[in-house]
């Protein structure tokens, strides 16, 4: 694992290289615009992106960034960046960092290590998403092969399994949480990023199985390989039971909606505004969607779902902050690319 022939890339969303409005516009842009993102054919979505989305939006994502931008800058890069380098700790082959949208890009990446490893042959792929979706894991698999092909590189690419049920996840995003649990609360929300209900469909390699049967997160089937419902729905059941919480106080929900088409129910931002009502006046919120904080948990959950929570009646509210860099998140990503380079395949997406 030192002879320069291997590398791994640890690989995450992205944020706007600044909270300037144009660089919040750029940033939207890019990711909009992606066709796993919003999958529309491209001159209806670049009308819905640049010439609606983009122009009404930008100015309050520019606001929204400064509440959590951090003197380093993006909570998500500047997270992300110190995984990178605590793993990076544990190896001498190099551990890099790509960003989905904006930087550092994979043909930065890709083009640095190439000039630095000339021996290179392999790179092993860690999208940091527990979960399949085509507008996270796929799409960061699929740029940088494309950046790959382009680029004619000699070495391959290998891609490391969303993690969403792997044992050692489950017991690093328990270890997270049970600290919370110390404390009387009233229920504990999980809340994933939310996605419209046709790119499940779409991801169902069955066309037959996803939303269209009764229980069918629950029913075998191979579309649950590609299915973030079935795959939030396990994390969530997986979770609850390493901790023994009570199936009572315990509710699945997705947030972060765009647009009108149908999305992913239960919505977070629906049901805070009820809980109060239903008895519920002490929360704790955990989104496992994410393992490094960003603008999705750090001002959509804790601050403005925290004042729509209280506004409502709640009297407590506690968000559980990512496993970020936790020890225990960063030994379990070491032992994923351990265990490969000791002759384990099992954690790569096949």
């Known amino acids: 694992m030192n002879d320069n022939s291997s590398a791994v890339i640890l690989m995450n969303l992205g944020s ?25 054919p491209y001159l209806i979505r670049s ?15 520019a606001e929204a960034y400064r509440k959590v931008w951090t003197e380093d800058g993006s909570p998500l890069i500047v997270i992300s960046k110190r995984l990178q380098q605590e793993v990076q700790k544990n190896f001498e082959l190099p551990v890099e960092l790509v960003m989905r949208y904006q930087n550092p890009s994979s043909t930065y990446v890709l083009d640095k290590l190439h000039k630095e490893n000339p021996q290179l ?14 507008s996270s894991y796929e799409t960061a698999i699929e740029d940088i092969k494309l950046v790959h092909k382009k680029k004619k590189y000699t070495f391959v690419l290998k891609a ?38 046709r790119h499940i469909r779409k991801s169902d390699i069955t ?43 315990v509710e699945q929900t997705y947030q972060s909606r765009l647009g009108r088409d149908p999305w992913l129910l239960p919505s977070t931002q629906k049901r805070l505004p009820q809980l109060p009502g239903e008895g519920i006046k002490r929360l704790l919120v955990v989104c496992p969607a994410f393992v490094s904080d960003c603008l999705e948990t750090l001002e959509e ?23 970020n860099t936790q020890p225990l998140w960063v030994q379990t990503v070491t032992n994923w690319i351990k265990d490969y380079f000791n002759g384990d395949t099992t954690m790569l997406f096949q």
């Open 121 to 134: 042959k392999e790179i092993i792929l860690l999208p940091l998403y527990p979960h399949y979706a085509m």
């Open 207 to 249: 066309g037959t199985h996803c939303l269209q049967i009764n229980r069918c997160c629950h029913i075998d089937s191979p579309a649950h390989k590609f299915c973030y419902r079935h795959q939030t729905i396990t994390t969530t059941e997986l979770i609850t039971k390493a901790l023994n919480i009570p199936q009572e106080k």
């Open 47 to 61: 009308l819905l992106v640049k010439g609606i989305i983009v122009p009404t939006r930008a100015k309050n994502s």
């Open 16 to 40: 706007p290289d600044s909270t300037d409005v144009k660089d919040v516009q750029r940033y939207l842009n890019q990711f909009l615009m992606d066709e796993r993102v919003i999958d529309k």
């Open 301 to 323: 959950i804790a601050m403005q779902a925290r004042e729509t929570f209280l506004s409502a009646g709640g009297e407590s509210f506690e968000f559980i902050p990512c496993m």
């Open 160 to 197: 490391i399994k969303p993690f969403y049920n792997n044992e050692q996840y489950i017991y690093a995003l328990s270890e997270s949480i049970r600290p919370y649990l110390q404390n009387d609360y009233d229920k504990i929300l999980f809340s994933y990023h939310g996605l419209p209900e």
